[in-house]
């Protein structure tokens, strides 16, 4: 890698001359290194180095994994030290029940790395312990895992607003087309048809009769209609050979490289779909296709006349591959096209129409869109806010009401209708004939979860207008879509949704109380961390970021905490989660500690098939270990069209006798009658108390009775364990689409039980597909406090000191103070706890840090 640069260089600073032992070429032989550390040093920098306006100059290394090494400096005095420097990466251990414990992240939090000494003229010497992120981190960063006193490399620095850039800007790029009639010169085409083609033309006179006009050439030419006119868009086949690799980037001229139109022009180029037709019925929701290694499925738009020019300078006319007449062995075939406009309709046991998820494509894989919906979707963060979901860049589907109009082609079309986790996904075969006008497909509703009192929620969405994602959670059978105000950087997303009282979709606001939107806030900070601001009434909660990029914007001080947003989400009648848990870990550890957060959410992003995170979930476990009960919700996260609202979602029990609301909704959540899931359902108690629940118990303990159900019509289920104290206790393998069971469990000491369900398709591994949040036990004197979770929780609120002290840019000083005052009150209050019970630790005085005098 060349040396790095970010700008120019402090004279306050110099680089003494540091001879290392092993220069970056040499660093992937030695011992102890990993093998990504070995494949990345080629990319470490190197050289004469300025890295935050400080300069560096690299040429060996020291690499320090088994002997102690000196090396020796000029005489220098300074009264700061600055090291350029990296660790590499450390494996996590999991426990037999495949969790992490004593949970430290993955950036293995406040473990001692080395020590630093300082050797002086004297003979005397200054000592440092380096921590992990604290003083350094690893030479690749995980998403959340940042150091609280050191910074990368790199200084943030400002990117130009995509209409400052060259070329067209960022919101006209996304209509994938250019009129191409602009410019300093233009030259227009006119096409005259003679009257009399079977004479000979032997010359043209212009006459003038106003003005000036120019004229720079003729074409004279035989076609069988008006030349300049196009037809609507066609589909074909490109297969490629052996050695010919398909490369969709356009030349200058905006032209695909393997395949040009002369009368007309290729509209995109994508590899071929290969879905399993022959057996569509018995496929499943949202399954992946193959993709063709050889075969483009190519869109255009011609002339009847036109003809394709190939690679290989073969050219083939248009005209011969619509009417299959290429013959067999062509590299170009057709794709019957889709013409045939009819109404399309999904409708429930009641024949009303309803919300949905839909999927077409036609005999060669090619997808079919409502008329008013994307043909091809864009799956880029922030460019495109339409109904449309991408699954994993390669699936498109869309969102309707209900009733929507298709172009069909004829012969048969392969239909997906989903809507959420209670009804039975529809995949089916439709033959489309000359007189289909209309199709209607019936959706059926198999399990009865709404009915019981069961809401859904997806507690995460980004970027959406409020009646977009009304009716996407609609179609997903999703009843509450929390929709989040934001900032990033000098972005500000949707804060002009967000009012402070409405609920789209309830009855108050014209809606049918089935479907709701609430537009809250996702308050943000880079190291500190991330909090949901759910259902809060009254004016926005601002700043929505703080501390400097990427939430906040550059410059901007750390002058509010998520322990005080909570707390004044909370004043303003609002719910409290700690989105996509753990990351970023940091302060929400106080957060939890103070009783500030309502509940932790496991995230999906866009990935239906990972499941809920062991890793999620082993950090959540730390604080049900020390009686912290916080309950679980699900959250997408979404930001872009390849998530699809409520891939992980909340189920929340509502009270038969109570209405459904959106307060109703937060009421169960702070309740913990709660469970995430993927797509399996489930019921939970432990001695007929639910989910949220806490039973006391005699110092005898006891045993209790723990009754469970669970059923899928999505993600065929393959097991059901109780966790008991973050340890799989009990565990039976589920082979059909319900299931039901009990187990008397012995309980000894303070316990919390959850439930947790495993499935997976059949060419997908096994996952966490659903999770219960707990009901904890209470043992008359056995406090649920785990000290080695316990000792992690308060490393991450030091971490969280140690980021305010040093390098987190200052707010005033009597905000940096009020601050710090809430991090050690959340640290004393754990760490009194521990004292109480007898447990003594090591830990770093969060009230003595040199950086705070």
């Not at 660790?87 to 020590?115: C, K, T, W």
């Not at 569509?280 to 020019?309: G, K, M």
């Not at 469990?745 to 096994?766: N, T």
Request: proline share 7%.
């Amino acid at each position: 890698m060349s040396p790095i640069v970010d700008g120019p260089m402090t004279p306050s600073f110099k680089s003494p001359p540091f001879i290392g032992t092993v220069s970056l070429d040499d660093l992937p032989q030695c011992a102890g290194i990993s093998t990504e550390m070995a494949q990345g040093a080629q990319h470490a920098p190197r050289g004469d180095c300025v890295a935050w306006g400080i300069p560096f100059v690299v040429d060996k290394v020291v690499v320090v994994s088994e002997t102690p090494i000196s090396v020796a400096l000029p005489p220098t005095r300074a009264r700061w030290f600055v090291f350029l420097h990296t660790s590499d990466v450390r494996p996590l251990e999991r426990n037999a029940s495949g969790f992490i414990s004593p949970m430290r992240g993955a950036g293995q939090l406040n473990e001692h790395a080395a020590d630093y000494v300082l050797l002086y003229a004297d003979g005397t010497e200054a000592r440092v312990e380096i921590r992990r992120r604290h003083h350094l981190g690893t030479f690749r960063r995980g998403w959340g895992e940042n150091c609280f006193q050191a910074v990368a490399h790199h200084k943030p620095y400002p990117l130009r607003a995509p209409h400052e850039q060259l070329g067209d800007g960022w919101g006209w790029k996304q209509t994938r087309v250019h009129t191409a009639d602009e410019g300093p010169w233009v030259n227009w085409l006119w096409a005259w048809e003679n009257p009399h083609p079977e004479k000979v033309v032997v010359g043209v006179r212009f006459e003038p009769v106003s003005g000036v006009v120019v004229i720079s050439a003729l074409a004279a030419g035989d076609v069988s209609e008006q030349p300049l006119r196009w037809r609507r868009r066609r589909k074909a086949i490109l297969t490629l050979p052996e050695g010919v690799d398909f490369t969709p980037d356009l030349d200058d001229a905006g032209l695909l490289q393997q395949i040009r139109l002369d009368m007309g022009q290729v509209i995109s180029a994508q590899r071929r779909l290969v879905y399993p037709n022959v057996a569509w019925s018995d496929s499943y929701n949202n399954q992946l296709p193959h993709v063709a290694e050889r075969e483009i499925l190519i869109e255009y738009t011609s002339h009847p006349d036109a003809c394709f020019h190939l690679w290989d300078g073969r050219v083939i006319p248009v005209s011969q591959v619509e009417e299959d007449l290429t013959g067999l062995g062509s590299p170009v075939r057709s794709v019957s096209p889709a013409t045939q406009r009819i109404n399309l309709k999904v409708v429930d046991s009641s024949g009303r129409p309803v919300a949905v998820k839909l999927h077409l494509h036609g005999e060669a894989g090619e997808y079919l869109p409502p008329v008013d919906r994307h043909r091809i979707i864009n799956g880029a963060w922030f460019e495109d806010y339409s109904v449309d979901f991408l699954h994993n860049g390669l699936h498109s589907a869309t969102y309707i009401s209900g009733e929507t109009w298709v172009d069909l082609p004829p012969g048969n079309v392969y239909v997906e209708v989903s809507k959420g986790f209670e009804i039975r996904p529809v995949r089916t075969v439709i033959a489309v004939t000359p007189e289909t006008t209309e199709i209607v497909i019936p959706i059926e509703k198999v399990l009865p979860w709404r009915e019981k009192g069961w809401v859904t929620a997806d507690t995460h969405v980004h970027f959406l207008s409020p009646m977009s994602a009304l009716l996407e959670g609609a179609g997903e059978g999703v009843n509450i879509v929390n929709l989040l105000a934001s900032q990033w950087g000098e972005l500000m997303t949707n804060v002009g949704d967000f009012d402070g009282k409405n609920t789209w979709g309830s009855r108050e606001t014209g809606g049918d109380g089935e479907y709701l939107v609430r537009v809250g806030t996702e308050n943000r900070q880079h190291v500190l961390g991330h909090i949901s601001l759910l259902g809060y009434r009254g004016r926005i909660i601002a700043p929505m970021t703080t501390g400097g990029p990427d939430e906040s914007a550059l410059g901007d001080p750390i002058e509010i905490l998520l322990t005080e947003w909570a707390r004044q989400c909370k004043a303003q009648g609002g719910l409290v989660v700690l989105p996509h848990f753990p990351n970023p870990r940091a302060e929400h550890a106080a957060s939890i500690i103070s009783g500030d957060v309502d509940a932790v959410e496991m995230t999906s992003w866009g990935d239906l098939y990972g499941g809920i995170n062991p890793y999620s979930l082993s950090d959540w476990y730390r604080y049900l270990n020390c009686g912290y009960m916080v309950p679980a919700v699900g959250g997408t996260d979404k930001m872009w069209s390849g998530v699809a609202v409520g891939a992980v979602r909340t189920y929340a029990h509502i009270p038969p006798e109570t209405p459904f609301t959106y307060d109703a909704w937060m009421d169960a959540v702070r309740r913990a009658e709660t469970f995430v899931t993927y797509g399996p359902l489930l019921e939970f108690a432990v001695d007929g108390k639910p989910m949220g629940s806490r039973i006391p118990m005699t110092a005898s303990g006891g045993t209790v009775n723990v009754v469970w159900q669970v059923a899928s019509v999505t993600v065929p289920m393959s097991r059901v364990e109780l966790v008991v104290n973050g340890e799989i206790r009990e565990s039976v393998p589920v082979d059909a689409a319900h299931a039901s069971g009990s187990w008397s469990v012995r309980v000894d000491k303070s316990a919390w039980l959850a439930l947790l369900v495993r499935g997976h398709y059949a060419d997908k591994p096994e996952i966490i597909a659903a999770h219960s949040s707990p009901v904890m036990v209470d043992v008359q004197g056995s406090p649920m406090l785990a000290a080695a979770d316990a000792v992690t929780i308060l490393e991450q609120i030091e971490g969280a000191l140690a980021y305010l002290d040093t390098v987190g840019t200052r707010a005033e000083d009597i905000a940096y103070k009020r601050m710090r005052l809430v991090l050690e009150s959340a640290h004393r209050s754990l760490h009194n706890r521990m004292h109480r019970l007898g447990y003594f630790h090591e830990h770093t005085p969060v009230d003595d840090h040199p950086a705070h005098h």
